[in-house]
């Protein structure tokens, strides 16, 4: 799936907070297995739902509802590996108990350069152009990767699909 895009280059000059993954247990894990936990980081910009941003994704996805939009900037060197998202903080907003009802979505901002991979379950994701979107629903696993030279920015929408 792909769309028009509809931005300037704006999210290169925001604000981001780089976060490490919130899962203990994981990262315990991922630690155990000789992943550098240090690397194991992504710059987050979370939106609140009064902005165009989060309207513009609302015309985009008519059919999600509790609609939750940031960007991602993953810095060189810096990845996620295989796992699955608890939303802890998005099934406690809106009261969700069957986390397959949660929908996520990924729009790249930038074409795809050397080195940033998506993978979803046993896919992997290298080639994306502008524009383009992959989408998951629940606790599907997924790893974001950047073994590039340059920032790899995405729009990362989060909500329950309606149509579902």
Excluded at 90 to 101: E, I, R
Aim: aromatic share 12%; glycine share 6%; with cysteine.
């Amino acid at each position: 799936m792909s769309i028009l895009p509809f931005w300037n280059d704006f999210y290169k000059d925001i604000t981001y907070t780089l976060e490490q993954f919130k899962d203990t247990e994981q990262l315990q894990l991922w630690k155990d297995c000789g992943h550098n936990i240090e690397k194991i980081s992504i710059g987050l910009h979370q939106y609140n739902n009064d902005n165009s941003l989060t309207e513009s994704v609302k015309l985009l996805f008519p059919n999600l509802k509790h609609i939750g939009v940031c960007i991602h900037k993953l810095s060189p060197g810096h990845y996620l590996p295989m796992h699955s998202d608890k939303y802890a903080f998005y099934a406690n907003k809106y009261n969700v108990t069957d986390l397959n009802l949660i929908k996520r979505h990924i729009i790249f901002l930038e074409d795809c350069e050397i080195g940033h991979m998506l993978i979803v379950k046993d896919r992997v994701y290298s080639n994306w152009k502008r524009g383009d979107i992959v989408s998951w629903q629940g606790t599907d696993i997924h790893s974001a990767i950047n073994l590039g030279i340059t920032n790899r920015y995405t729009l990362q929408i989060t909500g329950i699909d309606d149509a579902s």
